[in-house]
């Protein structure tokens, strides 16, 4: 029997461009992969702008075109915005463009660590996983970096949470940063990883982690080799 290998679905160097996976990801945006609290809130982040927008300024807005046109306009513009500022922006340009790298390992170690002060702020944060190259020791130059956000039980700290995962997401752009983040509930959704990942853990404030990985110690990053 002839076995025929898969094509690598991110783009590799000296390889061509993949810009049909800019356009998938930009119609689904890991929507069927969220947890159910990220999920939520997404959707109430996709609709309440076009809400405001029907019921407030769209009687402004120039009618060369019908209601229909102008409402499809606007939930694609809504739809980018969201796809740039409150998804994993530079993790997809990396899996579609393969002259781009990450901003490097001094860089991406003070951006972890950064982001682990900043987080540990927040009583509705319980836990903040490392996964992919940086635990299976493959790190590169072209890695993104594979977190899981968890959050502490409850309506407002899933609320709460979310709006510190767009934060955080906002400031990757600016950054630079491939972050492949998403909020999790709980264990549940953490067991969607490889099962040849065990976690690094930046923080780990919560019984359910515990007992999932009993071995798992937090620690601070310095190096991602």
């Given amino acids: ?48 702008p076009l809400i405001f927008i029907l019921f407030t300024i769209q009687d402004q807005l120039p009618y060369v075109f019908s209601i229909y046109i102008r409402i499809t306009i606007i939930i694609i513009i809504i739809h980018t915005l969201n796809w740039v500022f409150n ?36 009583s509705s944060i319980s836990g903040l996983l490392v996964f992919g190259s940086v635990v299976r020791g493959k790190w590169h130059d072209r890695s993104d970096l594979d977190l899981r956000l968890v959050r502490h039980p409850g309506i407002l ?10 934060r955080e997401r906002i400031i990757a752009v600016f950054n630079k940063q491939p972050l492949d983040i998403y909020l999790a509930d709980g264990i549940f959704f953490l067991q969607k990883m490889r099962d ?22 937090e620690v601070g990053i310095k190096s991602l080799r």
């Fill in 87 to 122: 998804n994993n922006w530079w993790a997809c340009l990396l899996f579609a463009f393969p002259r781009l790298t990450n901003p490097g390992e001094i860089e991406t170690v003070h951006y972890l660590n950064s982001m682990t002060t900043r987080l540990k702020r927040h």
């Fill in 157 to 166: 700290n899933g609320m709460a949470a979310y709006l510190i995962l767009v």
């Fill in 1 to 48: 029997m002839t076995s025929t290998k898969q094509k690598p679905r991110k783009a590799t160097k000296g390889g061509p461009a993949k810009l049909l996976n800019l356009l998938r990801n930009w119609a689904h945006q890991g929507f069927f992969y969220l947890d159910k609290t990220e999920r939520f809130w997404r959707i109430i982040f996709e609709i309440s």
């Fill in 196 to 217: 040849d990942e065990y976690p690094l853990f930046l923080i780990k404030d919560d019984l359910r982690l515990d007992v999932a990985y009993p071995e798992g110690k």
